[in-house]
Protein backbone atom coordinates (compact mmCIF):
# COMPACT_ATOMS: atom_id res chain seq x y z
CA UNK A 1 0.00 0.00 0.00
CA UNK A 2 1.44 3.53 -1.08
CA UNK A 3 -0.55 6.00 1.35
CA UNK A 4 -0.47 9.80 2.02
CA UNK A 5 -0.32 11.44 5.10
CA UNK A 6 -2.37 14.75 5.46
CA UNK A 7 -1.44 16.85 8.34
CA UNK A 8 1.46 15.69 9.71
CA UNK A 9 1.36 16.25 13.29
CA UNK A 10 2.29 14.08 16.29
CA UNK A 11 0.06 11.17 15.08
CA UNK A 12 0.88 11.72 11.30
CA UNK A 13 4.62 11.03 12.25
CA UNK A 14 3.53 8.25 14.42
CA UNK A 15 1.36 6.70 11.37
CA UNK A 16 3.80 7.43 9.40
CA UNK A 17 6.25 5.32 11.76
CA UNK A 18 3.63 2.34 11.75
CA UNK A 19 3.29 1.90 8.12
CA UNK A 20 6.83 2.25 7.43
CA UNK A 21 7.38 -0.59 10.44
CA UNK A 22 4.87 -2.95 7.90
CA UNK A 23 6.51 -2.49 4.77
CA UNK A 24 3.91 0.33 3.24
CA UNK A 25 5.15 3.51 1.37
CA UNK A 26 4.76 6.62 2.06
CA UNK A 27 4.42 8.40 -1.11
CA UNK A 28 3.15 12.38 0.24
CA UNK A 29 3.45 13.95 3.19
CA UNK A 30 1.14 17.16 3.65
CA UNK A 31 1.45 19.59 6.46
CA UNK A 32 -2.23 21.05 7.30
CA UNK A 33 -0.55 24.55 7.01
CA UNK A 34 0.50 23.70 3.14
CA UNK A 35 -3.02 21.70 2.17
CA UNK A 36 -3.87 24.72 -0.22
CA UNK A 37 -1.08 22.56 -2.37
CA UNK A 38 -2.63 19.71 -2.40
CA UNK A 39 -4.67 18.09 -5.64
CA UNK A 40 -5.36 15.24 -7.64
CA UNK A 41 -2.34 15.11 -9.42
CA UNK A 42 -0.48 15.19 -6.34
CA UNK A 43 -2.35 11.80 -5.20
CA UNK A 44 -1.22 9.74 -8.55
CA UNK A 45 -0.20 6.29 -7.54
CA UNK A 46 -1.64 7.28 -3.56
CA UNK A 47 -4.00 4.01 -2.53
CA UNK A 48 -5.10 5.59 0.57
CA UNK A 49 -4.92 9.10 2.38
CA UNK A 50 -4.43 9.12 5.79
CA UNK A 51 -6.07 12.63 6.97
CA UNK A 52 -5.06 13.98 10.72
CA UNK A 53 -6.30 17.37 10.75
CA UNK A 54 -9.22 19.27 12.20
CA UNK A 55 -12.48 19.04 10.92
CA UNK A 56 -12.46 22.35 9.71
CA UNK A 57 -9.97 21.93 7.30
CA UNK A 58 -10.66 17.97 6.47
CA UNK A 59 -13.16 18.95 3.72
CA UNK A 60 -10.87 20.42 1.09
CA UNK A 61 -8.18 17.70 1.60
CA UNK A 62 -10.96 15.08 1.49
CA UNK A 63 -12.69 16.42 -1.70
CA UNK A 64 -8.95 16.34 -3.68
CA UNK A 65 -9.04 12.65 -2.46
CA UNK A 66 -12.24 11.93 -4.16
CA UNK A 67 -10.84 14.17 -7.00
CA UNK A 68 -8.33 11.87 -7.38
CA UNK A 69 -10.45 8.42 -7.02
CA UNK A 70 -7.61 8.03 -3.81
CA UNK A 71 -9.62 6.48 -0.99
CA UNK A 72 -9.42 8.86 2.38
CA UNK A 73 -9.89 8.02 6.21
CA UNK A 74 -10.18 10.59 8.23
CA UNK A 75 -8.28 9.70 11.52
CA UNK A 76 -9.05 13.30 13.35
CA UNK A 77 -7.18 13.17 16.40
CA UNK A 78 -8.96 15.84 18.36
CA UNK A 79 -6.27 16.91 20.99
CA UNK A 80 -7.93 20.06 21.82
CA UNK A 81 -11.74 19.10 21.49
CA UNK A 82 -10.91 15.88 24.37
CA UNK A 83 -8.95 18.26 26.16
CA UNK A 84 -11.65 21.27 26.54
CA UNK A 85 -14.05 18.25 26.91
CA UNK A 86 -11.82 17.31 29.88
CA UNK A 87 -11.58 20.59 30.84
CA UNK A 88 -15.11 21.65 31.25
CA UNK A 89 -15.46 18.66 33.32
CA UNK A 90 -12.46 19.77 35.32
CA UNK A 91 -13.71 23.30 35.71
CA UNK A 92 -17.00 21.97 37.90
CA UNK A 93 -14.63 19.45 40.29
CA UNK A 94 -16.02 19.19 44.16
CA UNK A 95 -13.71 15.75 44.79
CA UNK A 96 -12.02 17.76 47.49
CA UNK A 97 -11.85 19.80 50.13
CA UNK A 98 -9.35 22.43 47.75
CA UNK A 99 -12.56 23.35 45.90
CA UNK A 100 -13.75 24.72 49.11
CA UNK A 101 -11.19 28.12 49.07
CA UNK A 102 -10.71 28.35 45.61
CA UNK A 103 -11.17 31.29 43.42
CA UNK A 104 -10.67 29.25 39.78
CA UNK A 105 -9.69 25.62 39.04
CA UNK A 106 -6.26 25.57 36.82
CA UNK A 107 -6.56 23.03 34.55
CA UNK A 108 -3.31 23.67 32.48
CA UNK A 109 -2.44 25.53 29.35
CA UNK A 110 -0.21 24.78 25.97
CA UNK A 111 -0.17 23.19 23.07
CA UNK A 112 -1.96 19.18 23.57
CA UNK A 113 -0.09 18.11 20.97
CA UNK A 114 3.11 18.85 22.61
CA UNK A 115 5.60 16.23 23.41
CA UNK A 116 6.45 17.54 26.49
CA UNK A 117 4.45 18.04 29.29
CA UNK A 118 5.49 20.13 32.78
CA UNK A 119 4.38 19.35 35.74
CA UNK A 120 4.06 21.67 39.34
CA UNK A 121 2.69 21.43 42.84
CA UNK A 122 -0.85 23.70 42.70
CA UNK A 123 -1.75 26.55 41.92
CA UNK A 124 -0.70 29.44 44.07
CA UNK A 125 -2.53 32.68 44.87
CA UNK A 126 -2.14 34.60 40.97
CA UNK A 127 -2.91 31.11 39.38
CA UNK A 128 -5.84 30.86 41.35
CA UNK A 129 -7.09 34.27 40.23
CA UNK A 130 -5.81 34.10 36.61
CA UNK A 131 -6.87 30.65 36.17
CA UNK A 132 -3.04 30.11 34.50
CA UNK A 133 -0.47 28.04 36.23
CA UNK A 134 2.82 29.22 36.60
CA UNK A 135 1.82 33.17 36.11
CA UNK A 136 3.23 34.29 39.27
CA UNK A 137 7.16 35.37 40.08
CA UNK A 138 8.04 31.57 40.11
CA UNK A 139 6.11 31.51 36.71
CA UNK A 140 8.38 34.18 35.35
CA UNK A 141 11.54 32.15 36.45
CA UNK A 142 9.57 28.77 34.90
CA UNK A 143 8.93 30.75 31.62
CA UNK A 144 12.70 32.30 30.99
CA UNK A 145 13.96 28.90 31.66
CA UNK A 146 11.72 27.66 28.97
CA UNK A 147 12.65 30.47 26.58
CA UNK A 148 16.32 29.67 27.11
CA UNK A 149 15.97 26.06 25.66
CA UNK A 150 13.36 27.39 22.60
CA UNK A 151 10.54 26.12 24.66
CA UNK A 152 7.10 27.90 25.55
CA UNK A 153 3.87 27.60 26.62
CA UNK A 154 2.50 29.35 23.62
CA UNK A 155 4.39 27.17 21.23
CA UNK A 156 5.67 23.59 22.71
CA UNK A 157 5.19 22.29 25.44
CA UNK A 158 1.98 22.13 27.99
CA UNK A 159 2.22 22.79 32.02
CA UNK A 160 -0.14 21.14 34.45
CA UNK A 161 -0.02 21.16 38.31
CA UNK A 162 -0.30 17.96 40.84
CA UNK A 163 -3.64 19.61 42.57
CA UNK A 164 -5.79 22.18 40.32
CA UNK A 165 -6.73 24.31 43.20
CA UNK A 166 -4.89 26.14 45.26
CA UNK A 167 -3.83 24.88 48.81
CA UNK A 168 -4.86 27.72 51.16
CA UNK A 169 -2.01 29.68 52.11
CA UNK A 170 0.15 28.12 49.48
CA UNK A 171 0.81 24.82 51.57
CA UNK A 172 1.88 21.46 50.05
CA UNK A 173 -1.05 19.70 48.71
CA UNK A 174 -1.87 16.99 51.18
CA UNK A 175 -1.79 13.55 49.60
CA UNK A 176 -5.26 12.35 49.86
CA UNK A 177 -5.90 16.04 47.96
CA UNK A 178 -3.14 14.74 45.41
CA UNK A 179 -4.92 11.12 45.27
CA UNK A 180 -8.44 12.75 44.44
CA UNK A 181 -6.86 15.21 41.89
CA UNK A 182 -4.42 12.27 40.21
CA UNK A 183 -7.30 11.01 37.64
CA UNK A 184 -7.30 14.59 36.21
CA UNK A 185 -3.82 14.47 34.95
CA UNK A 186 -3.82 10.94 33.88
CA UNK A 187 -6.48 11.87 31.84
CA UNK A 188 -4.61 14.92 30.54
CA UNK A 189 -1.44 12.74 29.74
CA UNK A 190 -3.24 9.93 27.99
CA UNK A 191 -4.69 12.75 25.51
CA UNK A 192 -1.29 14.90 25.59
CA UNK A 193 0.83 11.42 25.28
CA UNK A 194 3.76 13.45 26.27
CA UNK A 195 7.68 11.76 25.40
CA UNK A 196 9.15 13.71 28.21
CA UNK A 197 7.80 14.53 31.31
CA UNK A 198 9.39 17.07 33.50
CA UNK A 199 8.46 17.11 36.94
CA UNK A 200 8.55 20.85 38.67
CA UNK A 201 9.50 20.72 42.28
CA UNK A 202 9.36 17.57 44.87
CA UNK A 203 5.49 17.50 45.25
CA UNK A 204 5.63 16.26 41.44
CA UNK A 205 8.45 13.76 41.58
CA UNK A 206 7.81 12.11 44.79
CA UNK A 207 4.46 11.30 43.32
CA UNK A 208 5.26 10.95 39.88
CA UNK A 209 9.57 9.59 40.15
CA UNK A 210 10.46 8.49 43.35
CA UNK A 211 8.47 8.15 46.56
CA UNK A 212 11.64 9.18 48.32
CA UNK A 213 12.96 11.48 45.64
CA UNK A 214 15.71 14.27 46.45
CA UNK A 215 15.80 16.97 44.00
CA UNK A 216 19.05 18.10 45.69
CA UNK A 217 20.35 14.92 44.85
CA UNK A 218 18.29 13.90 41.78
CA UNK A 219 17.49 16.43 39.95
CA UNK A 220 18.65 16.16 36.20
CA UNK A 221 18.58 12.66 36.23
CA UNK A 222 15.99 11.31 33.50
CA UNK A 223 14.24 7.82 34.31
CA UNK A 224 11.92 5.56 31.58
CA UNK A 225 8.71 5.02 32.91
CA UNK A 226 6.92 2.90 30.34
CA UNK A 227 8.51 4.35 27.50
CA UNK A 228 8.12 8.05 28.78
CA UNK A 229 11.01 10.03 29.80
CA UNK A 230 10.53 11.22 33.60
CA UNK A 231 13.14 13.98 34.70
CA UNK A 232 12.83 16.20 38.03
CA UNK A 233 14.40 19.70 38.36
CA UNK A 234 13.79 22.79 41.45
CA UNK A 235 10.78 24.38 41.92
CA UNK A 236 11.15 28.11 40.36
CA UNK A 237 9.99 29.53 43.61
CA UNK A 238 12.49 27.48 45.74
CA UNK A 239 15.12 29.04 43.24
CA UNK A 240 13.60 32.01 44.59
CA UNK A 241 14.31 31.46 47.85
CA UNK A 242 17.43 30.58 47.11
CA UNK A 243 19.20 31.76 43.91
CA UNK A 244 22.37 29.30 44.50
CA UNK A 245 20.35 26.98 43.07
CA UNK A 246 19.92 29.01 39.62
CA UNK A 247 22.63 27.53 37.42
CA UNK A 248 21.86 23.87 39.00
CA UNK A 249 18.48 24.58 37.71
CA UNK A 250 19.63 25.94 34.77
CA UNK A 251 21.82 23.06 34.07
CA UNK A 252 19.08 20.81 33.92
CA UNK A 253 16.94 22.89 31.27
CA UNK A 254 20.51 22.32 29.01
CA UNK A 255 20.03 18.49 29.70
CA UNK A 256 16.68 18.68 28.54
CA UNK A 257 17.62 20.43 25.16
CA UNK A 258 19.88 18.11 24.74
CA UNK A 259 17.40 15.23 25.14
CA UNK A 260 14.93 16.95 22.87
CA UNK A 261 17.97 17.25 20.32
CA UNK A 262 18.67 13.34 20.86
CA UNK A 263 15.25 11.83 20.78
CA UNK A 264 14.41 14.00 18.00
CA UNK A 265 11.01 15.59 20.06
CA UNK A 266 8.76 17.53 18.62
CA UNK A 267 9.65 21.54 19.11
N1 LIG B 1 3.71 26.71 41.58
C1 LIG B 1 3.28 25.57 41.03
O1 LIG B 1 3.75 24.48 41.35
N2 LIG B 1 2.34 25.64 40.10
C2 LIG B 1 1.81 26.79 39.70
O2 LIG B 1 0.94 26.77 38.84
C3 LIG B 1 2.28 27.97 40.28
C4 LIG B 1 3.24 27.91 41.23
Not at 104 to 128: K, M, S
Amino acid sequence: MNAAIIGYGKMGREIERLLVERGHGVGLIVDVDNRGDLDAAHLRGIDVALEFTTPATAYDNIRACIDAGTPVVSGTTGWTDRLDELKTRCLNCTECELCKARTQVVFGVGNPAADILLIGEGPGENEDLQGQPFVGRSGKLLDQFLESIDLSREKNVYIANMVKCRPPKNRDPKPEEQEACLHWLREQFKIIRPRLVICVGRIAAQRLIDKDFRVTRQHGEFIDKNGTLFMGTYHPAAILRNPNNKEAAFGDWLKVRDKIEELHLNV
